[in-house]
């Protein structure tokens, strides 16, 4: 049964600081993992989507990497805005299911 | 496209009552999901539609919950009779296969009381 962890639960950072946020999975035979951003009282937005063959995705300032036989991606904030405070959420879709096992988050707080 | 639409937006409803979920997924997409999100157990996959068939219900909690998709514009998540412990945000989200990005509605936040 695939688990998807996440840590840091949450993470305090000045403006401007470059982060990462870590996601780990038990099953490593997985088709793809996206990474969601959800602000308070709204849904979720996805951010990137990383393919099992693929290594890395980059959109602006985000980059995710993958790692499968270790079972992790993480995903890194370039120079951190306040307005990136939401929780993130990693998303793992396991091989031969349609079903995403989501992590619990990390919620960001970047301080002004 | 104005994105995943659901409604209501809020609902408060007394234990015992029936609950009516709706979802209208992006136009063209064929996949549409139902989610649960809670603080205890996180985001969860009750049941996932392809071409307006139920394709995976394992994760529908109870014989009380049960989801419909008439049509390719709309799907509904009924509760009946409600409990305290449905009090959750539901969320519906639909893509292009069943694989990809997923595209999320704002939710309906449920409290049962």
Not at chain 2, 5 to 28: A, D, F, N, W, Y
Request: hydrophobic fraction near 35%; charged fraction near 20%; charge should be neutral.
């Amino acid at each position: 049964k695939q688990e998807v962890t996440q840590i840091p639960a949450a993470l305090s950072v000045p403006e401007g600081e470059n982060l990462v946020l870590n996601c780990s999975f038990t099953d490593s035979a997985i088709y793809n993992l996206q990474w969601f951003r959800q602000d308070p009282g709204k849904g979720l937005t996805s951010l990137l989507l990383i393919q099992s063959s693929q290594r890395e995705q980059t959109s602006g300032r985000l980059n995710a990497s993958l790692d499968k036989s270790s079972g992790r991606s993480t995903l890194y904030i370039a120079a951190s805005q306040p307005g990136d405070s939401a929780t993130y959420l990693c998303a793992v879709l396991t091989s031969g299911t349609y079903k995403y096992i989501f992590g619990t988050g990390t919620r960001l707080k970047v301080l002004a | 496209d104005a994105g995943v639409i659901q409604s209501p937006r809020h609902e408060v409803t007394e234990m015992g009552q029936e609950v009516t979920l709706r979802c209208k997924p992006i136009s063209g997409h064929n996949s549409l999901f139902w989610y649960r999100q809670t603080m205890m157990r996180g985001l969860e996959l009750l049941i996932y539609f392809n071409n307006n068939v139920p394709i995976d219900d394992s994760g529908m909690p109870e014989d009380r919950f049960s989801a419909k998709m008439p049509n390719a514009s709309f799907s509904t998540l009924k509760i009946q009779p409600s409990e305290p412990r449905d009090s959750a945000v539901y969320f519906c989200a639909s893509n292009e296969n069943g694989r990809e990005t997923q595209y999320f509605g704002p939710g309906t936040r449920l409290l049962v009381l």
